[in-house]
Structure formats: structure tokens, C-alpha cells
């Protein structure tokens, strides 16, 4: 059974920072290409970055700078470590594994101003 569980949201004041975290299991990670997307209330879900199984990464340019994706193939983790958080960060970040196109159930990440 595929499975992707992220963690690491939460609540934090503009400025602030958060390390998201993807476990992956059921897949064979290191094969697969990941990304973090998110999603806004009356938004469409939008890429934030990808990462390829080779290390490739790709960013959205509104997190560009801010923003670094990273995996560790020995744990099958994704992670998104974000800085100089603004409020219009303020979403459900979700973990993908694009080759396998499964999605995790989320998590909240709100920025206060």
C-alpha cells in the first residue's frame, strides 16, 4: 500500500520558518519524482517545488530563494524547508510522488502577519 504522510506544519509569524516533512512507503523512493504543491482556500492547487530522483530541482518563482526541497533516500523522505514565510504562503502543502501520482492528506501551514 502506497502511503505519503507529511508533518511539520503549523502556525508562524511572517518572517518565520518550517521544515516540511514526506514519509514515503509502499514505493520504491528513490525511483520516484517528488514534489509540494499547495493549495489555498478558493485556490487551485499549485506546484511549490519538485525534486527528480536524481536531485533535480524545480521551484515555483513566488518561493524561489525562500524555499529548498531535498530528499534523503535512505529514510524514503521529502522535505521542504521554508524561510521568510509570508502570509500568502498560507495554504495545505501536499507531498507527491509524481512518478506514482499519489498524494499525501496534507498539512496546514499558516502564516500570521
Known amino acids: 500500500q502506497v502511503q505519503l504522510v507529511e508533518s511539520g506544519g503549523g502556525l508562524v509569524q511572517a518572517g518565520g520558518s518550517l521544515r516540511l516533512s514526506c514519509a514515503a512507503s509502499?514505493?520504491?523512493?528513490?525511483?520516484?519524482?517528488m514534489g509540494w504543491y499547495r493549495q489555498a482556500p478558493g485556490n487551485q492547487r499549485e506546484l511549490v517545488a519538485q525534486i527528480s530522483s536524481g536531485g533535480i530541482t524545480k521551484y515555483a518563482n513566488s518561493v524561489k530563494g525562500r524555499f529548498t526541497i531535498s530528499r534523503d533516500n535512505a529514510k524514503n523522505t521529502m522535505y521542504l524547508q521554508m524561510n521568510s514565510l509570508k502570509p500568502e504562503d498560507t495554504a495545505i502543502y501536499y507531498c507527491?510522488?509524481?512518478?506514482?501520482?499519489?498524494w499525501g492528506q496534507g498539512t496546514q501551514v499558516t502564516v500570521s502577519s
Open positions: 509502499g514505493i520504491v523512493f528513490r525511483f520516484n519524482a
Open positions: 507527491y510522488a509524481i512518478t506514482m501520482n499519489v
